[in-house]
């Protein structure tokens, strides 16, 4: 299993961007996916997340700007991100919880993605 993520950028301050991750590999089921990001000399946080059943969930700091969705046809999750500031500088990955097999023994397990940067300039 595979996560692998796109869409980072600069941009100005104000702009917006739309970062996209796409599961691949052997995938029966996936439950929750999510968006987190970590900035130079900061500790990874969670930026966003939605669950099977569409409830999300935001940090208060991107609350009201930015927008979690996914399309489970496609095993896929979007982050739109518009009113950029600085300080959401960062390198933003994908997360996802994936289950590859119907059989019980087969859980979910908790799959990372490669970073995505996205700067926002002043």
């Known amino acids: 299993v595979q996560l692998q993520a796109s869409g980072g950028g600069l941009v100005q301050a104000g702009g917006s961007l739309r970062l996209s991750c796409v599961a691949s590999g052997n995938i029966f089921s996936i439950n929750t996916m999510a968006w987190y990001r970590q900035a130079p000399g900061l500790q990874r946080e969670l930026v966003s997340s939605i669950t099977n059943e569409l409830n999300t969930n935001y940090a208060d700091s991107v609350k009201g700007r930015f927008t979690i969705s996914r399309d489970s046809a496609k095993n896929t999750v979007y982050l739109q991100m518009n009113s950029l500031k600085p300080e959401d500088t960062a390198v933003y990955f994908c997360?996802?919880?994936?289950?590859?097999?119907?059989?019980?023994?087969?859980?979910?397990?908790?799959?990372w993605g490669q970073g995505t940067q996205v700067t926002v300039s002043s």
């Open positions: 997360n996802a919880d994936i289950r590859s097999d119907w059989r019980p023994r087969f859980g979910f397990k908790n799959y």
